[in-house]
């Protein structure tokens, strides 16, 4: 047997160890009666993933109060590509993607299946752009952080969806639409990133503060919110034209455009829960949004 079909084989056999009902992802990728809801995360700081504090206690009842998903699909602000990929390995490693952070930050490991077959389902709905299959990259913080508090037991397979960071806001908006039916089959959509992100002005003074916002930050914060709970997205897609202060809360989309991808999958149904909503380091929001 040549060593690349040796690794395959064993590769084929840890994900039939590791994701056991899941060996037959797309046969049970079946229609439910209820659609899963949509998540926008603001993820903030690397440590929220290890430490109890209002935002993990947040996700953690997140996860209570959902139907358990049979698989997640993120949106992470902290994969950025030229072209859009989707992880598609059988088991995506922990990427400590940070840096200045204890030790105990960086022993973390999510040890969470990812799903090659699910990754080849996005593949082909999606008809918009090519779409890479990736075995590379993995769970970087954006992701691993807030997940684990969500599904501790590392037990529901986890993929990630790149941003192409080369297109534009409506872009990404409609893509998404593309993946609209993996809701009615129980797959968890998240974004991950946050709404007003201005690392560039953080009162790192406060940064312990969890109610601490500059009058924009909680201006535009307040705005973000207004337009989703009335379904309102155009506003949202070309923020530049929003509000004076648009430019101080996305300086750059990396962090904004995981919100556009839960929007473009919003029902006019969906009733909006908005929770974690608070504002740290002055320039940041953790504001977080369920939709359905």
């Known amino acids: 047997m040549k060593r690349k079909q040796f690794i395959k084989t064993i590769s084929g056999a840890a994900v039939m160890m590791t994701m056991g009902s899941f060996q037959n992802f797309r046969d049970e990728l079946e229609e439910q009666d209820v659609k899963m809801p949509l998540l926008f995360l603001g993820h903030g700081s690397p440590m929220n993933g290890i430490e109890d504090n209002i935002f993990s206690q947040g996700w953690k009842q997140?996860?209570?109060?959902?139907?358990?998903?049979?698989?997640?699909?993120?949106?992470?602000?902290h994969w950025l590509t030229r072209g859009t990929h989707v992880t598609a390995m059988p088991t995506p490693r922990t990427i400590h993607?940070?840096?200045?952070f204890p030790k105990a930050l960086f022993d973390v490991q999510y040890p969470a299946p990812g799903n090659p077959e699910l990754a080849e389902t996005t593949q082909k709905l999606i008809t918009k752009t090519p779409v890479g299959l990736d075995h590379e990259w993995g769970l970087d913080h954006g992701t691993w952080t807030v997940i684990r508090h969500m599904y501790p037991e590392a037990n529901i397979p986890v993929l990630q969806l790149s941003i192409d960071y080369y297109k534009s806001p409506q872009y990404h908006y409609e893509l998404i639409q593309e993946l609209a039916e993996l809701r009615k089959k129980g797959v968890l959509i998240v974004g991950s990133g946050n709404m007003v992100h201005n690392l560039g002005m953080v009162a790192w003074d406060r940064l312990k503060d969890d109610s601490y916002g500059f009058d924009w930050t909680l201006e535009m914060n307040d705005l973000f919110k207004t337009h989703i709970a009335d379904g309102n997205h155009q506003p949202l897609i070309q923020y530049e034209g929003l509000h004076k202060s648009a430019k101080l809360a996305i300086p750059t989309p990396d962090h904004y455009y995981p919100l556009l991808y839960i929007l473009g999958l919003q029902d006019k149904n969906d009733p909006v829960h908005f929770f974690n909503d608070k504002a740290v380091g002055g320039s940041l929001t953790m504001t977080s949004v369920k939709l359905g």
């Open 62 to 77: 997140l996860a209570k109060d959902m139907p358990v998903p049979k698989a997640v699909l993120v949106v992470s602000a």
């Open 97 to 100: 993607d940070f840096g200045g």
